[in-house]
């Protein structure tokens, strides 16, 4: 329990973090819900057409509606410029402010539409207009039950910020994404607790204010508005820099999902604040998401595999060789994104099939060539990405390779399922830890079906030829080899007691390799 | 200065019926008019159109000779007196605040005493301003409604259905005192109900009205005595039966 404990006390930054960022997208929901459910109040159709509008997107799952904003935000660039930021808080709150939109546009509008008719007739028979009766009938009257939406709205806001992390906005869900990729639970757990805390106490505190507006108390709603306001406050005071600009460059640097691309970030880190550089990391991007970003500046490098942009980003599914494809890259990073391939690591991560010794020697499999024979009873287990990756349509196609089941794990379970028997063979990476730890066979591919992976830093556009970066990143291309990143990855993914976090692994990783 | 009213042609349709027929009609300052006829008549419609809750389809609503569509509805409806059946009184403010409405509309307060002096005219205490409507029985509450009618020292009292709710007891107090108010302040006094004993013994003048016309347009006296028509006859059976009824108890 008290890595839980020390957990928490390591997330004050995140939650002053979480706190904004819910923070504006409720208010920014109010902002739209309130003027609309005035609208809705006066036209049945736009009623109809708002909270249809609001329960449809409602059910998109939220993670989908943030990841949504991405290409949105993109393709408005033709219209504000290439300054829109594509990644981070404005995503985070146009997706949580549309979701925060339906509770609060519907208990506004059932509370306008549940207004006793007598009420009404006695606003316009005094001789109120439009205003008046909005600000001394309407308002007072509907103005628990919208708090009461708000309330909800709130919960939900709070919960669902969690996934913007995904989208490289900082929130409670670092600890819970980054503890999720490196099995360490106590960080999973302070990232919950903080969350559900969070959420219990904006509750409480909304209403508070929902009962004084209920009982029209005027030094209860009072109270609890003040106490919302200096929690927020809180939290943007203490985002506030205080120190004076120091004059030093900052290198935002973008990591995917996985332990290896968070070592390697920290690792890069590192010896860029020891070149005199301020660095921030967006860690969490999904693939995609992340290459995007450095195209378009909002990160500054990240590192990438040659396999993965062939396939993902050139969209290719053929299989010149390891030069060729590294040449093809280089140039079609340089000619289409803008982006440079400052050059390679020095190891490999490519897909490879993996399974438990015993099984293998069992079945008689070496190669893939054997394992299509046995495929037909056997149950295969990929990442998310696997079966949907040119990479398994051309080794399929080679080997004719037919399953009698095909699973997705997230790459931390896949492991997991291979030890439990609930897949037989995996598409393993090979410079995960795990194969060495688990003593996992890795099947040869005579064919070679499976492309190379060699691992490269990008820089974005803006970065492409900033001399002084490139001499701070140089030192480290070609120095780290296959079997020093494997034990790094698997300091990070062990779950007994030696187990690092990405930061401490890194540090290992630079002395092993002598970069320090 | 009572207020003079009169109806140009005025018809109302809705989709497919057709509430108000085409209706002239004059009404003299300082007159009490009575509307009756049954449920779905046209006499709330009517009503209505005068301070413009309803806009007529066709024709002309004049009010002092001047056309209401011509002036601001709120404006104008701030200088009229309304009370209605289902009271309406603002369930989050004091009744003291409830009566002041009108006037703090156009930046007028009005003071504790005036408040106190318009709870005394329909004979609740002063004390009463205090307290919020949910306090206050049905009778309690429709008379703050009609001091919150009178707040603006209006020339023109509407009142549709006013006494509907009520116990017979508080009905029949609180028109008279409203009859009496109309005298005292000299008002023009539409009141729109389905009582004809209501309307006979309260009104000078009583309309009854049948499918969106005027079939009768009479003094009570000429009503009570047979005159009107068949609907307005029809209406008058109802307590001169009961009258009847009782005179025969009596003996």
């Given at each position: 329990m008290s890595g839980v404990w020390t957990a928490l006390m390591g997330l004050g930054g995140v939650l002053a973090q979480h706190v904004i960022l819910a923070a504006c997208a409720i208010g920014l929901g109010i902002a739209v819900a309130l003027p609309l459910a005035v609208w809705a109040s006066r036209s049945q159709a736009v009623s109809r057409a708002a909270l249809g509008f609001a329960s449809l997107v409602q059910t998109i799952p939220a993670l989908a509606l943030l990841a949504l904003f991405f290409p949105i935000l993109l393709s408005l660039r033709a219209v504000f410029g290439e300054d829109l930021p594509t990644l981070g808080f404005l995503p985070a709150l146009l997706a949580l402010a549309l979701y925060a939109l339906l509770p609060i546009l519907r208990n506004a509008v059932t509370a306008q539409a549940n207004l006793d008719p007598g009420v009404i007739e006695a606003a316009d028979g005094v001789g109120m207009n439009f205003w008046q009766r909005l600000r001394l009938v309407e308002a007072p009257l509907t103005a628990p039950y919208i708090m009461a939406g708000i309330r909800t709205a709130a919960v939900w806001t709070i919960g669902a910020a969690t996934l913007s992390t995904t989208i490289g906005q900082p929130s409670l869900g670092d600890p819970i994404f980054a503890g999720l990729q490196t099995q360490n639970w106590s960080l999973v757990l302070a990232g919950c607790i903080a969350s559900a805390g969070l959420a219990i106490i904006a509750d409480a505190l909304l209403g508070t204010i929902e009962a004084g507006f209920r009982h029209r108390d005027r030094r209860l709603w009072l109270g609890g508005a003040i106490a919302v306001a200096i929690g927020v406050a809180a939290a943007f005071v203490s985002q506030v820099?205080?120190?004076?600009?120091?004059g030093r460059d900052t290198v935002v640097i973008g990591t995917k999902q996985f332990s290896e691309q968070l070592i390697l970030g920290r690792l890069v880190g590192a010896q860029l604040e020891q070149a005199g550089y301020n660095v921030e990391y967006r860690e969490g991007l999904g693939s995609a998401v992340v290459a995007q970003a450095v195209a378009d500046g909002s990160i500054d490098l990240y590192f990438d595999y040659t396999g993965t942009i062939w396939a993902?980003?050139?969209?290719?599914?053929?299989?010149?060789g390891r030069d060729a494809m590294y040449d093809a890259i280089r140039k079609w990073e340089r000619?289409?994104?803008?982006?440079?391939?400052?050059?390679?690591?020095?190891f490999e991560n490519a897909y490879a099939f993996a399974m438990r010794e015993d099984r293998a020697d069992e079945l008689g499999i070496r190669t893939i060539e054997d394992l299509a024979r046995a495929a037909p009873r056997l149950v295969a287990g990929g990442d998310p990405e696997w079966f949907e990756r040119p990479e398994w349509f051309a080794v399929r196609d080679a080997y004719g390779l037919k399953f009698a089941n095909q699973r997705n794990f997230s790459p931390t379970f896949m492991y997991d399922a291979l030890r439990s028997s609930e897949a037989d063979v995996i598409t393993a990476y090979t410079s995960d830890g795990r194969i060495a730890a688990d003593r996992l066979r890795v099947l040869e591919d005579p064919r070679e079906a499976l492309p190379s992976y060699d691992t490269l830093i990008i820089l974005s556009p803006e970065r492409a030829n900033d001399e002084r970066l490139i001499n701070a990143l140089?030192?480290?291309?070609?120095?780290?080899n296959v079997e020093a990143m494997r034990e790094a990855n698997f300091s990070v993914d062990r779950t007994d007691g030696e187990k690092k976090t990405p930061q401490e692994a890194a540090r290992w990783l630079a002395e092993e390799v002598g970069l320090e | 200065m009572a207020a003079s009213l009169t109806f140009d042609s005025v018809t109302k349709r809705y989709d497919t019926t057709e509430a108000l027929a085409g209706i002239d009609l004059t009404i003299e300052a300082g007159s009490f008019v009575a509307l009756v006829g049954a449920s779905g008549s046209g006499k709330s419609t009517l009503l209505k159109t005068i301070n413009r809750l309803v806009e007529p389809t066709t024709g002309r609503v004049l009010l002092d000779d001047e056309d209401v569509t011509t002036r601001d509805a709120t404006a104008m409806r701030r200088q009229m007196g309304y009370v209605f059946q289902r009271i309406g009184l603002f369930p989050h403010m004091r009744v003291g605040e409830n009566i002041a409405i009108g006037p703090r509309l156009v930046g007028d307060n009005l003071s504790r005493e005036r408040i106190g002096e318009l709870l005394e005219l329909v004979?609740?205490?002063?004390?009463?301003?205090?307290?919020?409507?949910?306090?206050?029985s049905g009778g309690q509450q429709q008379r703050v409604g009609v001091a919150r009618a009178l707040a603006g020292d209006p020339d023109l009292l509407l009142m549709d259905e006013p006494f509907g709710a009520l116990d017979p007891v508080t009905r029949d107090a609180l028109g008279t005192r409203v009859r009496d108010l109309h005298d005292r302040l000299e008002l023009t006094t539409l009141m729109v109900t389905h009582d004809m004993a209501e309307a006979l013994i309260l009104a000078d003048r009583v309309l009854v009205m049948d499918a969106g016309k005027i079939v009768a347009d009479e003094t009570p006296q000429a009503l009570a005595s047979g005159g009107g028509g068949e609907v307005a006859q029809g209406l008058v059976a109802v307590p001169r039966h009961q009258a009847e009824r009782l005179k025969e108890l009596e003996r």
């Amino acid at each position: 329990m008290s890595g839980v404990w020390t957990a928490l006390m390591g997330l004050g930054g995140v939650l002053a973090q979480h706190v904004i960022l819910a923070a504006c997208a409720i208010g920014l929901g109010i902002a739209v819900a309130l003027p609309l459910a005035v609208w809705a109040s006066r036209s049945q159709a736009v009623s109809r057409a708002a909270l249809g509008f609001a329960s449809l997107v409602q059910t998109i799952p939220a993670l989908a509606l943030l990841a949504l904003f991405f290409p949105i935000l993109l393709s408005l660039r033709a219209v504000f410029g290439e300054d829109l930021p594509t990644l981070g808080f404005l995503p985070a709150l146009l997706a949580l402010a549309l979701y925060a939109l339906l509770p609060i546009l519907r208990n506004a509008v059932t509370a306008q539409a549940n207004l006793d008719p007598g009420v009404i007739e006695a606003a316009d028979g005094v001789g109120m207009n439009f205003w008046q009766r909005l600000r001394l009938v309407e308002a007072p009257l509907t103005a628990p039950y919208i708090m009461a939406g708000i309330r909800t709205a709130a919960v939900w806001t709070i919960g669902a910020a969690t996934l913007s992390t995904t989208i490289g906005q900082p929130s409670l869900g670092d600890p819970i994404f980054a503890g999720l990729q490196t099995q360490n639970w106590s960080l999973v757990l302070a990232g919950c607790i903080a969350s559900a805390g969070l959420a219990i106490i904006a509750d409480a505190l909304l209403g508070t204010i929902e009962a004084g507006f209920r009982h029209r108390d005027r030094r209860l709603w009072l109270g609890g508005a003040i106490a919302v306001a200096i929690g927020v406050a809180a939290a943007f005071v203490s985002q506030v820099d205080w120190s004076r600009d120091d004059g030093r460059d900052t290198v935002v640097i973008g990591t995917k999902q996985f332990s290896e691309q968070l070592i390697l970030g920290r690792l890069v880190g590192a010896q860029l604040e020891q070149a005199g550089y301020n660095v921030e990391y967006r860690e969490g991007l999904g693939s995609a998401v992340v290459a995007q970003a450095v195209a378009d500046g909002s990160i500054d490098l990240y590192f990438d595999y040659t396999g993965t942009i062939w396939a993902n980003q050139m969209k290719r599914t053929d299989n010149p060789g390891r030069d060729a494809m590294y040449d093809a890259i280089r140039k079609w990073e340089r000619e289409v994104q803008g982006s440079r391939v400052l050059g390679k690591l020095g190891f490999e991560n490519a897909y490879a099939f993996a399974m438990r010794e015993d099984r293998a020697d069992e079945l008689g499999i070496r190669t893939i060539e054997d394992l299509a024979r046995a495929a037909p009873r056997l149950v295969a287990g990929g990442d998310p990405e696997w079966f949907e990756r040119p990479e398994w349509f051309a080794v399929r196609d080679a080997y004719g390779l037919k399953f009698a089941n095909q699973r997705n794990f997230s790459p931390t379970f896949m492991y997991d399922a291979l030890r439990s028997s609930e897949a037989d063979v995996i598409t393993a990476y090979t410079s995960d830890g795990r194969i060495a730890a688990d003593r996992l066979r890795v099947l040869e591919d005579p064919r070679e079906a499976l492309p190379s992976y060699d691992t490269l830093i990008i820089l974005s556009p803006e970065r492409a030829n900033d001399e002084r970066l490139i001499n701070a990143l140089r030192p480290l291309l070609g120095t780290i080899n296959v079997e020093a990143m494997r034990e790094a990855n698997f300091s990070v993914d062990r779950t007994d007691g030696e187990k690092k976090t990405p930061q401490e692994a890194a540090r290992w990783l630079a002395e092993e390799v002598g970069l320090e | 200065m009572a207020a003079s009213l009169t109806f140009d042609s005025v018809t109302k349709r809705y989709d497919t019926t057709e509430a108000l027929a085409g209706i002239d009609l004059t009404i003299e300052a300082g007159s009490f008019v009575a509307l009756v006829g049954a449920s779905g008549s046209g006499k709330s419609t009517l009503l209505k159109t005068i301070n413009r809750l309803v806009e007529p389809t066709t024709g002309r609503v004049l009010l002092d000779d001047e056309d209401v569509t011509t002036r601001d509805a709120t404006a104008m409806r701030r200088q009229m007196g309304y009370v209605f059946q289902r009271i309406g009184l603002f369930p989050h403010m004091r009744v003291g605040e409830n009566i002041a409405i009108g006037p703090r509309l156009v930046g007028d307060n009005l003071s504790r005493e005036r408040i106190g002096e318009l709870l005394e005219l329909v004979d609740l205490d002063p004390a009463m301003a205090s307290r919020l409507p949910e306090e206050l029985s049905g009778g309690q509450q429709q008379r703050v409604g009609v001091a919150r009618a009178l707040a603006g020292d209006p020339d023109l009292l509407l009142m549709d259905e006013p006494f509907g709710a009520l116990d017979p007891v508080t009905r029949d107090a609180l028109g008279t005192r409203v009859r009496d108010l109309h005298d005292r302040l000299e008002l023009t006094t539409l009141m729109v109900t389905h009582d004809m004993a209501e309307a006979l013994i309260l009104a000078d003048r009583v309309l009854v009205m049948d499918a969106g016309k005027i079939v009768a347009d009479e003094t009570p006296q000429a009503l009570a005595s047979g005159g009107g028509g068949e609907v307005a006859q029809g209406l008058v059976a109802v307590p001169r039966h009961q009258a009847e009824r009782l005179k025969e108890l009596e003996r």
